[in-house]
Nanobody
Framework: QLQLVESGGALVQPGGSLRLSCAVSGFPLADYAIGWFRQAPGKEREGVSCISRNGRGTNYAESVKGRFTISRDDATNTAYLQMNRLNAEDTAVYFC???????????????????WGQGTQVTVSS
């Protein structure tokens, strides 16, 4: 059974940085595209970014473009979300999710991701 575990969430000051990790077990990460999502209190869950199976394709929500970078390391079955220049609007629980994409080089945040982690809290506050 595919399992995903997020980590790296923390309290950080505005303008700071965090790197979130998504550890995947049960199946090879290489078989899946990975997406990062977030949900702030009282708001709908929103897609943040995704990365293709081979790592060559990425997509980002407009709100994080230029600040966040998604990556993956199939050797360690781990995906990452590097978040820079954080602001209060980035405060949310962040989730990673996997999609068994047939294509290797593309991804879409709107795909119906099937496997989800439990989330990690990111709080941006002074």
């Amino acid at each position: 059974q595919l399992q995903l575990v997020e980590s790296g969430g923390a309290l950080v000051q505005p303008g700071g940085s965090l790197r979130l990790s998504c550890a995947v077990s049960g199946f090879p990460l290489a078989d899946y595209a990975i997406g990062w999502f977030r949900q702030a209190p009282g708001k709908e869950r929103e897609g943040v970014s995704c990365i293709s199976r081979n790592g060559r394709g990425t997509n980002y929500a407009e709100s994080v473009k230029g600040r966040f970078t998604i990556s993956r390391d199939d050797a360690t079955n781990t995906a990452y979300l590097q978040m820079n220049r954080l602001n209060a609007e980035d405060t949310a629980v962040y989730f990673c999710a996997a999609f068994p994409a047939r294509i290797e080089s593309g991804c879409a945040i709107r795909w119906t991701y099937e496997n989800w982690g439990q989330g990690t809290q990111v709080t941006v506050s002074s």
